[in-house]
């Protein structure tokens, strides 16, 4: 069925149910960015695939919000469909809110399906329709109706995280949690967010492409921890070792029952921005309620020494990989045909190799030449370019690892670069270096941080539109909160936090340039002035010098790109046969 086909059936059902405006998110009971196939709605009632955007629409209108992103992208996707592209964070696009009081009159109703709806954002729409007396029903769900052929819900069965990975015991982590839950004067707390869940209960799974989760809530109360599953997921073994450290196991659909009769001298820990606006109306209204940032999604972001440890060994497993694949594409780039999607399967293969890989941490980013200005472009059979001994090729990438979780960013230059491409591969090589570099008071935020890596940028009037670094999960999702470098977060970064550092430059029609390595927040150094932190570099690939303009790098730059390159043939080489090390003995050498 045709996008155009879709909107038609979706408008006579609100029609039929008395619904002037209908939004879908992208998201699902657990606010989740990766969804199970079962709840990609807005992806099939838009037709566009990107991991952000909502979908809104009445009688007359359809509209896709989205970020700089994908704008490129959803342009292509959206293409005679009858929905109207709304670019978020430029000044001529109305907010999602704005837009939908311009479509509607007092009176009017708009619908929404509160199971995929974070709290926060539920009742911000719906407070704001209530300014201007538009009713919002909140528990509509107009997709299902309509969607023949939904996928099912996944089955993947749970496993266990070993504690050789997690550093921590179940138990002894709901003992943190209910020790901070008591400090803050908390009695009960709802855990939805599938990272958090499977993080505290020490499990994993399949249910979601890229994210080692299973479906599941969590629940803790003074007395009580409770895990929310499908009960055939769990075999006997998990659930006796769940049952000896304090956890019950009850059916995943038992969720909103068991929460609908908590007890009213209950004080609950919600979420707002991780809970779904569903579960959140069926507490009881005498029950009081505390909306802040979860425990265990500050506790998760602090990783502790074992999850650190084995981050620079997966480190060492997926440079091992990277090296051996970009030899490959080195020997064979003019010897057969290679394309952008051939690329990403190359890349499994080889991370496919290391002992302790499980997946993919994400579907790769290949772009080459102008579609690397297509910041997350996708390549498929139909939209590829075939890889010419010219030019740049963007390939963002990484894997799941028992141990920990990648993501790594490298251009390189097929021939001989420009010089606007030298100076823009620079340009992004600085903003990278300068973060890597920093030394920072303890409380220093996120935003200001990621100053640094745009200064080099910002001095030739350029600029790029994503964040420059995202948290990043243990064998987790790759992209973790609450902590981010980005103009807009303002939340200290700490010790223990793993964290990308991704600058990037973009030439529509042109190139795109991202280099872009993980880091870790550890101590600097204490003294009259506070105590100051730093970041640890943890991934270990090399990056090219051919399209560096060296003169551009200050002394102190170049020192850095030399000791890192160091670092990674000495962390590398013991891995690597004597073709693979001589290869990266060339590639590290000093400049």
Known sequence: MKTKE??????????????????????????????????????????????????????????????????LQAEKELANSGIELCKQGLPETPSLESWVTMQLRKGDVAGIDGRVFQVSMAKNIIEHLHKWGIECKSNADLISPIWNKRPKLP???????????AGESVGEKIREVRNRMKSNGITSYLICALDDVNWLFN????????????????????????????????????ANQLNEQGVTIK????????????????????DPTRTNYGLYTSIPNNVQMVEKTGIVTELKAHKNSIELEGFRNAMVEDGTALVEFFYWLEDNLEKTKITETL????????RSKRNEFVSESFSPIVGYADHGAIVHFSATKETEYEIKPKGFLLIDSGGQYHNGTTDITRTIHLSEPTEEEKVDYTLVLKGMIQLAMARFPIGTRGSQLDTLARMAMWSKNINYGHGTGHGVGSFLNVHEGPMQIRPDNHLPIEVGQVLSNEPGLYR????GIRTENLITCVPDTENKFGEFLKFETLTLCPIDTKPIKVDMLLQEEKEWLNDYH?????????????????WLKEK???I
């Open 6 to 71: 879709k909107l038609v059936l979706l408008r006579d059902l609100m029609e039929k149910n008395k619904v002037d405006l209908y939004i879908v998110p992208s998201s699902d009971p657990h606010i989740s960015e990766y969804l199970p196939d079962y709840w990609k709605s807005r992806g099939w009632i838009s037709g566009f695939t990107g991991s952000a955007g909502i979908f809104a629409i009445t009688q007359e209108k359809a509209v896709l919000f989205t970020d700089s992103r994908y704008f």
């Open 155 to 165: 089955i993947s069965k749970a496993f266990t995280h070993d504690l050789k990975y």
């Open 203 to 238: 499990i994993r799974g399949n249910d979601i492409s890229y994210n080692p989760v299973v479906l599941s809530y969590g629940f803790i109360d003074n007395d009580k921890a409770t895990l929310f599953i499908d009960t055939k997921k769990i075999d006997e073994n998990i």
């Open 251 to 270: 059916p995943y659909e038992k969720v909103k029952k068991f929460i609908s009769k908590i007890d009213k001298k209950e004080i609950i820990l919600i």
């Open 343 to 350: 690329i990403a399967e190359k890349l499994t293969k080889f």
């Open 508 to 511: 529509s029609g042109k190139h």
């Open 566 to 582: 160091k670092k990674v043939y000495e962390r590398l080489s013991l891995s690597l046969n004597k073709t693979h090390r001589e």
């Open 588 to 590: 590290t050498k000093k």
